[in-house]
């Protein structure tokens, strides 16, 4: 976005303005959902305001995501919703050096069944593969520790493979004090890299019987385009808008991806409005929009989002 400056005698041009006037819907659209993140929103009365919402839960602070509807997926890691995953692990060779108890449900797309293993020190479970760009990788685990009377600590990593050696990718969580510790991670992963294994290292100091680790999910491949849909309070636009823009708070957007938003009425429907970008469309002739749907579109990198606002009229 460039920002103009006006002189007397300029020559005032539609695509200049429009881009000036767009750039301030976009910073009062952020300014909205950083707040709702904090806080519940207060919304004006008279059809004057704009409106959105935070995902800071799967529903939002507003309660307006539909989630029946929605097919984008929220991670508790993040707050915020997700392109989903084209799965490749469940048809690779499983690295199982540790022995861990059921491997396949690791990879069976069930969050609520989990791969097993009780034992201290560091253990790993994973997939290895052919050479192959890999952009976006899904997990969910649990590890623990426990040292009776002593400071112990849990830690999860993300481990890559490149034929001969595993490397660290990413620390995904530690915990470390008396008692149990546990260290969990329940979200999305952009790695973006050419490789031949990808693996959760479970790395804890308990003592004898140590504590229980499990890997509920391990998903990684190209991201899929995934749609959020939000319910619109009753009065918030008019009944015949034309026009229209929406904002997301972006947490992360891969190269090429986009954001797209469509107002509905259950009959008419805007067309989708690339994100950030003031675009008329055919006038509303049955009555005011009662929701939105946010279009994640990725190019083969994910998409996540922690909010989205939009203006009407």
């Not at 026009?243 to 986009?258: E, F, H, R, T």
Request: hydrophobic fraction near 35%; charged fraction near 20%.
């Amino acid at each position: 976005m460039v920002l103009h400056t006006w002189t007397d005698g300029n020559v005032l041009y539609s695509v200049d303005l429009l881009g000036d006037f767009q750039d301030l819907f976009t910073l009062k659209g952020l300014d909205a959902i950083k707040q709702l993140i904090d806080r519940a929103g207060v919304w004006s009365a008279g059809m004057i305001d704009g409106w959105g919402d935070a995902y800071v839960d799967a529903d939002g602070r507003e309660d307006s995501v539909d989630t029946g509807n929605t097919t984008a997926v929220w991670s508790t890691e993040d707050t915020s919703y997700h392109t989903d995953i084209t799965d490749k692990a469940s048809g690779d060779s499983t690295s199982n050096p540790d022995s861990f108890t059921n491997p396949e449900n690791a990879f069976d797309g069930d969050t609520g069944t989990s791969a097993t293993k009780s034992e201290s020190g560091t253990i790993t479970l994973g997939k290895t593969f052919s050479s192959e760009l890999i952009n976006s990788v899904r997990i969910k685990a649990v590890g623990k520790a426990n040292v009776g009377g002593s400071v112990c600590t849990a830690t999860l990593k993300l481990q890559t493979y490149n034929g001969s050696t595993w490397d660290d990718e990413v620390t995904l969580d530690t915990a470390t004090g008396y008692g149990t510790r546990t260290a969990s991670f329940d979200g999305f992963h952009e790695l973006n890299s050419t490789v031949e294994g990808i693996r959760v290292a479970f790395i804890n100091s308990s003592d004898s019987p140590a504590e229980n680790q499990s890997l509920y999910l391990l998903e990684y491949g190209d991201a899929v385009t995934r749609v959020i849909v939000q319910d619109i309070p009753t009065g918030t636009f008019n009944t015949a808008i034309s026009a229209g823009i929406g904002v997301p708070l972006i947490n992360y957007l891969g190269s090429g991806g986009n954001i797209q938003v469509k107002f509905e009425n259950g009959s008419e429907n805007s067309g989708y409005i690339d994100y950030n970008e003031v675009d008329s469309f055919t006038i509303f002739a049955s009555g005011e929009p009662t929701k939105i749907t946010v279009n994640l579109v990725p190019s083969a990198a994910g998409i996540s989002i922690k909010g989205f606002w939009v203006r009407a009229t």
